[in-house]
């Protein structure tokens, strides 16, 4: 088929102003000015007319799971009160709670024009009560060990299995070591492995908050008090940064997603840049928390790739990319509209292993496409940016999802 719009915006190349993209089957084949790319007889064509068509955006970092938590949690001074409020919360929902976030959290993300997301997932058993997902959806298995739950390579292998059963779904599997103080370095070293072995992606929070980054520079603070109050042995505090006790134990990799990374020390940001770390931004939950501000010309300009990521209804109101582009340019000047779409399409794919694949328009790339309104506004990104309608298309995998029934 032949979809053709006032605009297509590859990510690769400059956008195409009356362009047309050619789709057979789950792959884009072409995508040129609609002049140049005729029908054959007999094709299908799809006129977006005045809409911005565009690769699926790419949510780095999101919680299925805490859909439900949306509107329940007030920010909080201290990220030790959030933690315990989310604690309290989880202890009245039950599987089917947890089954009906997930399937509310993913049509959230087709409303908003999201075709792949990272998505940490903390109760693996309710996989076999979903249904295949609509969205190229990542499944982290989030690993936490602070109250003593021992895992070796069996038990996670064995909970991976989980994940296996649904060969057929879009997307991937990966490991999810929690964060620096809910997760001891044995437990880091584990996932660090499995994911070399088993060729998975790998990701893990770290120095999201103030407290954070002063139990591993000062040994104390409120997460300190809570994570030695629950049995964590903290006699790795007090010894630098958060990122710093990750990298000297060599527990991140090149392939790993650091997410957050709000507070970080002069010394971190030449290893970083030498390890090769993608960073995922959560800008609204940043602004939720009221986080210093994120360094991001600096890292940037340390060659680190960035991706944008909602995190949890927990600590947003919303898992609408566009909302997340909206805050990062509100809060960083210099940043322009196509410097935000790359980061929730080109960086986000190279982060997930899956350059050439997502996050483009390009000639055999698998057919992730969205499609908004031009509205008002004569520049592409700009569209996408200010769009607050659903996608007036939106494609996974080469196939059409609704999202029109509003
Ligand atoms: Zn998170």
Redesign the pocket.
């Known amino acids: 088929m032949i979809i053709k719009a006032e605009w297509i915006v590859p990510m690769k190349g400059d956008p195409i102003f009356q362009g047309a993209v050619r789709v057979e089957h789950e792959h884009i084949v072409h995508a040129a000015k609609s002049s140049e790319l005729l029908p054959q007889p007999g094709e299908e064509v799809l006129d977006l007319g005045s809409s911005v068509l565009a690769p699926g955006l790419i949510n780095a970092?999101?919680?299925l799971d805490y859909t439900i938590l949306r509107g329940c949690i007030d920010p909080h001074n201290s990220f030790a009160g959030w933690i315990k409020s989310i604690n309290a919360l989880k202890r009245d929902f039950t599987t089917e709670d947890y089954v009906k976030s997930v399937n509310d959290g993913l049509e959230m993300l087709i409303e908003s024009g999201t075709t792949t997301v990272a998505n940490?997932e903390s109760f693996p058993e309710i996989l076999p009560l979903l249904g295949p997902p609509p969205v190229r959806t990542w499944w982290f298995l989030e690993l936490i060990d602070v109250r003593n739950r021992n895992f070796d390579e069996t038990s996670i292998i064995g909970i991976l299995s989980v994940f296996d059963q649904h060969p057929n779904w879009l997307g991937g599997f990966g490991l999810s070591p929690h964060a620096p103080y809910t997760a001891s370095p044995a437990l880091y070293r584990l996932a660090k492995s499995c994911s070399e072995r088993l060729q998975m992606p790998f990701t893990t929070?770290v120095a999201e908050s103030v407290q954070e980054h002063e139990m591993f520079v000062n040994a104390r603070g409120d997460l300190y008090d809570l994570m030695k109050s629950l049995g964590r042995d903290c006699s790795d505090c007090g010894q630098g940064s958060a990122l710093s006790h990750l990298l000297e134990y060599g527990l991140l990799t090149h392939n790993c997603l650091a997410?957050?990374m709000n507070y970080l020390q002069d010394y971190d940001y030449s290893a970083l840049s030498e390890l090769g770390v993608h960073i995922v931004y959560?800008p609204k939950?940043h602004s939720y928390f009221g986080h210093r501000p994120f360094e991001l010309e600096r890292l940037r300009q340390h060659g680190v790739n960035i991706c944008l990521?909602t995190?949890?209804l927990a600590s947003n109101n919303s898992l609408d990319m566009r909302a997340e582009m909206r805050e990062a340019r509100l809060k960083h000047a210099g940043l322009t509209n196509r410097q935000c779409l790359e980061m929730v399409t080109l960086n986000p794919a190279k982060a997930l292993n899956q350059e050439g694949r997502i996050g483009e328009i390009s000639d055999d790339a698998l057919a992730d496409l969205v499609a908004f309104d031009m509205g008002i506004h004569s520049n592409p990104y700009e569209a996408i940016i200010e769009s607050h309608q659903r996608p007036r298309l939106l494609m996974v995998n080469g196939q059409k999802i609704d999202s029109s029934n509003d």
């Open positions: 970092h999101c919680h940490i929070h997410v957050h959560c939950c990521g995190d949890s």
